[in-house]
């Protein structure tokens, strides 16, 4: 695992940044200055889902609509190579800094790291997480090497 400290945060090197939500992290913040605000204006978006009388319609014609439940705490990913050295960006919500939303933090970085494929990595970690939290965290112990880690 290698620390970039605040001169080689924002620098390239990786395909993939994962950064906590805006209230949990100053780096959020700055990266999102960044994206044009992208995070900040995506925060009241919720998912739309079809109404009561649409999937009543479905089911009485018998028509195959695929139906993609989106929960509103689900990661947002933002392409971000026109305006990042990076390729995406993906904001993983924390409910709050506390040790067991930590955990499921990590998790859930891991959990997206590797549906992505296991590209390279910069991992912001939120403003109140150690790196010594997060790696006791972190799943795949043996795979912490691949891993970038900014500490705010």
Known sequence: MQEK????ALSPGVQLWMIPPLAHSEWSK??????????????????ANFSPDLHALVETLEVDV???R????????????????????????????DDSQFSQ??????RIWTGLGKPGVRIFLPSK??????????PQKEAASDLEIVVS
């Open 66 to 68: 695929p139906m993609m």
């Open 70 to 97: 989106l929960s509103p705490e689900a990661p947002l990913m933002i392409a971000s190579e026109t305006l990042l050295p990076n390729h995406q960006t993906v904001v993983v919500p924390l409910a709050s800094e």
């Open 129 to 138: 997480m150690s790196r010594a939290q997060f790696l006791a965290k972190w």
């Open 30 to 47: 700055r990266i999102d200055w960044y994206l044009g605000f992208q995070i900040r204006r995506a925060a009241p978006h919720r998912p």
């Open 105 to 110: 933090w990590a998790i859930m970085c891991h």
């Open 5 to 8: 400290d605040a001169l080689t």
